[in-house]
């Protein structure tokens, strides 16, 4: 049983990966400002604090250990050196969810290598000074650089969900279906994803594995975005109204190539992933009803 401290916990992946804690066994803490609730009712402690004010999240866990944080919400280097400074000498070992995005999208798939963390220019700034790719990175350089305890930096490429708040496989459903053009870049590109309760469950195996470093993590197997529309038009019996111009609503899948990784490091360290072909075509099915039932 180890104590655990969830930072962006409370939706998406991040509520997966408490539920299966608390199903393990272990005691979890998890921050949050206290405006979404607590979710998990007694089964966590909530500490209520600004993950984002120095200064208050440093006084919520005043003279508190963990074995292991988990954090979801960290976007710059600015946050990342706050962490450390804060959490120094008083944690095991931290697992930072990083992203596909600190990986140019040339075309080629992509393997840890490919971004080097431990030798990147560290520049500080908040989240408003970088792109999310590139707060990602020098978050990633800084927690290499500053962090006292182990590091791992899970890569995720888009995850996918009936409950993703970001509603990006949702914006395609409900572009098709109210018949509303949509622009691309490159029908062709290929991507990865990966299904929100698999990148729970590997962020639980890379906290309690003894491993460390940026590990990938993403389903087996690509999609162009041609045929990921016409499996939605398949599933909606609707045909989708493509554009490559600027005068329609920017697809967030609208990549210039394909975009996506290799996970030969994660599973050689004893991960097995799922393949996207035994998952995808049903949540595009369940995403269809929702969104059908919602309307």
Not at 107 to 113: A, D, K, N, Y
Not at 184 to 201: D, K, Q, T, Y
């Amino acid at each position: 049983m180890k104590n655990i401290l969830v930072l962006g916990g409370t939706r998406f992946f991040g509520r997966k990966l408490v539920e299966q804690l608390i199903a393990e066994g272990h005691n979890v803490a998890i921050i949050t400002r206290g405006q979404s609730g607590n979710p998990f009712g007694d089964r966590v402690e909530h500490i209520q604090a600004d993950r984002f004010q120095t200064e208050e999240l440093a006084k919520a866990v005043e003279g508190r250990t963990f074995d292991i944080v988990y954090d979801n919400i960290c976007y710059s280097p600015d946050e990342a050196k706050a962490f450390c400074n804060i959490f120094n000498g008083k944690i095991g070992k931290l697992v930072f969810t990083s992203t596909l995005s600190t990986y140019v999208a040339n075309g080629t798939p992509h393997i840890e290598e490919d971004f080097n963390p431990y030798t990147y220019d560290i520049q500080l700034g908040d989240r408003f000074a970088f792109t999310y790719g590139e707060g990602k990175r020098q978050a990633e350089a800084v927690f290499f650089k500053y962090a006292k305890s182990p590091v791992v930096a899970v890569r995720f490429p888009i995850v996918m969900g009936e409950d993703d708040y970001t509603k990006r496989l949702h914006f395609h459903v409900e572009h098709i279906l109210q018949e509303i053009p949509m622009g691309f870049v490159n029908m062709n590109a290929e991507m990865g994803f990966i299904l929100a309760s698999e990148a729970a469950a590997f962020l639980y195996f890379a906290g309690m594995k003894n491993i460390e470093g940026p590990y990938n993590a993403t389903a087996h197997g690509t999609i162009s975005l041609n045929n990921l529309i016409q499996l939605i038009e398949k599933k909606t019996g609707k045909q989708a109204k493509v554009s490559l111009l600027d005068d329609a609503d920017r697809s967030p899948y609208a990549i210039p190539n394909s975009w996506y990784m290799l996970t030969n490091k994660a599973e050689q360290a004893g991960f097995k992933f799922s393949h996207l072909n035994s998952w995808l075509e049903t949540l595009v099915e369940n995403i269809v009803r929702d969104v059908r039932n919602y309307n």
